[in-house]
């Protein structure tokens, strides 16, 4: 199993900071920013968000700029297997567009927008109206995407 984290960074007007991805997973959708979490040394969820956000966005910031928002387990996940996500959002607003980077391009979505956006299957059926709630409810999500519709549990909410 492959562990990663989600980055959700606002800025000043609400908006999320997502990126058009240029690779595989997810090629030519917007996703947030994030990445796997290394294993050796081990490296925590929260230790990745800090080195994905200042690797990818250019954020210099500390585990304590952070919030864990949920967890989300996907098994047999397309081009990937399964995974498990820890979805952090940054406390501050962040209102600096991030250059091109081999991943992808950055751009800002007002929140209205991303249902209708270019996102991941499983990113529009489940996650981000997980995210979009933001209470100070920590949730959980198991998604089998082996089945068809994928079928979502809900852990804890």
């Not at 989300?72 to 250059?99: A, C, S």
Request: charged share 25%.
């Amino acid at each position: 199993m492959k562990l990663a984290t989600l980055l959700y960074i606002k800025n000043s007007g609400g908006e999320y900071l997502l990126i058009e991805r240029a690779k595989e997973p997810n090629k030519g959708l917007l996703s947030p920013p994030g990445g796997k979490v290394i294993f050796n040394p081990a490296e925590s969820p929260v230790a990745c968000a800090v080195r994905e956000g200042e690797e990818e966005c250019r954020i210099i910031s500390e585990p304590k700029d952070w919030k864990l928002l949920g967890i989300v387990t996907e098994n047999n996940y397309p081009n990937i297997g399964n995974i498990m996500l820890f979805l952090y959002e940054y406390y501050k607003p962040f209102d600096e567009l991030p250059q091109e980077c081999p991943e992808g391009r950055f751009k800002f979505v007002h929140p209205d927008f991303i249902s209708n956006s270019p996102i991941p299957e499983t990113d529009k059926l489940y996650i981000w109206n997980f995210v979009l709630k933001n209470t100070d409810r920590l949730f959980s999500i198991y998604i089998d995407c082996e089945k068809l519709p994928f079928e979502c549990i809900i852990e804890q909410e």
